[in-house]
């Protein structure tokens, strides 16, 4: 194999070695069989991280599963036999889990500012609407997500951390996982109706937006951001006049700007994660800039902050909460924001906050710090 390899231009063999004793073949294997884990383990050995390196494999066996995970694009076809029975196992629930992006579900905790700053906790005719409501968000943004990484799993393939998506990485099967998104689409429209009328509508809304945002919307510079914005403005919404509270109007403001400061953030963070042939994952980054980014970023972190501090010092908040010491919440928020654009220029975070958050100690403190400051205030 070795002499016909080199003289066809390939400069590394990795490859079961045959046994020999004064010359003459034992009939046995010299060392470890090269297949399945070993040999995975073998070109990790030679290359070092596998992920750093842009890999195309084929394989013919099941055991060449191993391998094929490793690879950008993976292509199989056996040897002999069928096909489908003998092709690599397919992932398990874990990975149609991993689809449905569970961490991510964090994010609807919007839908319940209403509740919380409204003084509606207590209110079961609130209450109630409000997490039938927010675990109807939950089941469609994990349907819209499935669907998403259907439509990009040839990209994603593409993509130095996506590729490992479950879809993109050939673990989950592309039908099982549409029907899946059926079912969560229908049963997080059951739930959102049973909140309320409007709170369907609602939840439509942010699903029609999404799958237009998925398939043509998130490659326009700028509009997709407002997007992303728009998705989280939806959410609390839903949980304020979706439930029959009337929302502060200041509290809308900054939640607008707060959540365009954590799209820009994400566009840059993806900006420097993506690089030559990997910049084709995503258009938009071909119209973006770090320092247009930083502009915008500085913007709407200026904007956010100031709508904060306004809401917590307007008589209307005031008079609705009974007191005017909000304004000690502030340096939570400025502190948080500070800290996150650290992490953003320091430590390359920005892609997902709701990670970012988890495994930053100061962030979660800080978060946490601003959530007890608040409820013994409004409380």
């Known amino acids: 194999m070795v002499p016909w390899a080199r003289a066809a231009g390939i400069d590394d063999v990795f490859a079961t070695s045959l046994q020999y004793a004064d010359g003459v073949a034992t009939g046995r294997i010299d060392g470890n069989n090269c297949r399945g ?57 874990l990975d149609y889990l991993r689809l449905m ?19 509606a906790f207590m209110d079961r005719a609130f209450l109630v609407p409000a997490i039938l409501a927010a675990a109807a968000f939950s089941l469609a943004s994990s349907a819209i997500y499935i669907v998403n990484d259907y439509a990009d799993r040839e990209r994603d393939r593409l993509h130095p951390k996506k590729r490992h998506r479950p879809l993109a990485a050939g673990r989950a099967s592309p039908r099982i996982a549409l029907v899946l998104a059926g079912v969560l689409a229908v049963a997080g429209a059951a739930l959102a109706f049973s ?25 326009v510079v700028i509009l997709d951001v407002f997007i992303i914005a728009a998705g989280f403005l939806l ?24 959540t365009l400061f954590l799209g820009f953030t994400k566009r840059r963070s993806e900006l420097l994660a993506v690089t030559g042939e990997f910049i084709i994952h995503r258009k938009a980054l071909l119209s973006y800039n770090p320092a247009l980014l930083d502009k915008m970023i500085g913007i709407s972190a200026c904007a956010a902050l100031m709508s904060y501090s306004l809401y917590t010092m ?50 979660l403190l800080t978060v946490g710090g601003w959530c007890i400051a608040t409820a013994i205030l409004i409380l």
Not at 65 to 92: K, Q, W
Not at 235 to 258: D, E, H, M, N, Y
Request: hydrophobic share 40%; charged share 20%; aromatic share 12%.
């Open 37 to 93: 884990e070993e040999k995975v383990r073998r070109m990790q050995e030679h290359y070092g991280d596998l992920s750093q390196w842009a890999l195309h494999g084929y394989g013919d066996t099941p055991d060449d599963r191993h391998f094929l995970e490793h690879c950008v694009e993976a292509y199989y076809r056996p040897f002999r036999g069928n096909a489908a029975a003998d092709a690599p196992p397919r992932g398990g629930a």
């Open 101 to 119: 992006r569970p961490h991510q579900w964090v994010k609807n905790a919007f839908v319940f500012i209403g509740v919380v700053f409204g003084h």
């Open 195 to 219: 909140a309320g009328p409007l709170v369907l509508l609602i939840v439509g809304a942010y699903a029609a937006m999404n799958l237009a945002y998925s398939f043509s919307l998130k490659n």
């Open 235 to 258: 959410r609390i919404l839903a949980g304020t006049i979706g439930i029959g509270i009337t929302p502060s109007r200041w509290l809308l403001v900054c939640g607008l700007f707060l």
């Open 314 to 363: 307007s008589p209307e908040t005031v008079r609705e909460h009974g007191t005017e010491n909000l304004i000690y919440t502030i340096p939570f928020v400025v502190y948080g924001m500070f800290r996150y654009l650290y992490l953003l220029h320091a430590k390359q975070a920005g892609a997902d906050t709701s990670k970012d958050i988890a495994r930053d100690p100061h962030l």
